[in-house]
């Protein structure tokens, strides 16, 4: 194979890995009019469509992503292959896309960026916050965070955190002259904010659980919003009742902008975990990311 040949592919395949021209260029650190005519001199060569391209995005032809999915594995066991060589000379190095819920990202990750690119400076770590549960072998991802619950069974996890409660709040102001819920069906007698799953999915109904006894609860209320953030303001503003995990609301809790109730029926689920396909050898980025991860709740 020519080095021209070689580029090509290479710069094939960096486009459908990172999903926009825009990207491919910036990791390939070339200009997006030159990536453009080297994909025009790949499908020339071929013979062949490889990618299908919009003004917004681009995916692979049917062609393509036969082609993406015989090279994926070669490229990853190059990267991997130079990737251990900086590992054996200094420190981790290559890129690493990560998928994590927003709920998560604020958690375990943000407050770890600055540290973890001054440890690993040649690590390249993409994070892309993600609430629609995407599976990360499809979408190319090298790891992930997600609720135990929620975990598929062929992954390697690492846990994060321990079990979470869900807790129904409210702001004085809003309870205020009401009736405070003592019982799950009390919430039909108040202004519910509810929550639709992203990428228009159902919109959750609050699961109770006490003893034996488990309940689920279509609320009723005229906000619905599809974001923890947007949740945790509207709530905070007094648009009314919200269901959330426990640790996002306990600060507004404990300095009393946010008052809690039903804790008796608020269910326990297991927390977050860190997970990764299961391969036969983890890439040094993705060890020192996970090790870092690990290492900062250790601390907590």
């Known amino acids: 194979m020519r080095g021209s040949e070689f580029s090509e592919l290479k710069a094939f395949a960096t486009i459908v890995a990172e ?32 990618l299908n391209r919009t003004t917004r995005s681009v995916s692979p032809t049917v062609a393509g992503d036969t082609l993406f ?17 900086h590992a054996a000379r200094d420190q981790p190095a290559g890129s690493l896309r990560v998928n994590v819920p927003r709920v998560a990202a604020m958690r375990f990750i943000a407050p770890i960026l600055g540290d973890f690119q001054r440890a690993y400076p040649d690590i390249g770590l993409t994070v892309i916050i993600d609430d629609m549960l995407t599976d990360i072998v499809e979408g190319r991802f090298d790891a992930g965070i997600r ?20 807790a129904a709040v409210a702001a ?46 279509a609320v009723e209320g005229k906000l619905t919003v599809n974001d923890t953030d947007l949740l945790l303001n509207a709530v905070l503003g007094g648009a009314g009742i919200a ?26 689920f297991p927390g977050f975990y860190l997970y990764h396909p299961s391969v036969r050898h983890v890439p040094p ?8 991860v690990r290492e900062r709740r250790s601390g907590e």
Request: with cysteine; glycine share 8%.
């Open 19 to 50: 999903g926009s021209f825009i990207r491919a260029s910036a990791k390939l650190r070339i200009s997006p009019p030159a990536l453009s005519q080297t994909i025009r001199q790949l499908e020339a060569r071929l013979g062949v469509r490889l």
């Open 69 to 85: 999915t015989r090279l994926g594995p070669v490229f990853r066991e190059l990267e991997g292959a130079v990737a251990d060589i």
């Open 147 to 166: 609720l135990g619950e929620r975990l598929e069974k062929d992954m390697v996890a690492v846990k994060l955190s321990g079990d979470l409660q869900m």
């Open 172 to 217: 004085p102001a809003y309870l205020a002259g009401r009736y405070t819920p003592r019982h799950p069906g009390d919430l039909h007698q108040h202004r519910c904010i509810n929550f639709q799953w992203p990428g228009g999915g159902n919109i959750y109904r609050w699961e109770f659980a006490r003893g034996k006894r488990a309940l689920e609860i």
């Open 243 to 268: 269901y959330m995990i426990d640790y996002h609301v306990q600060p507004w809790i404990e300095n009393g902008r946010l008052v809690r109730f039903l804790e008796a029926w608020s269910p326990s």
């Open 285 to 292: 980025a993705l060890r020192a990311f996970i090790d870092f």
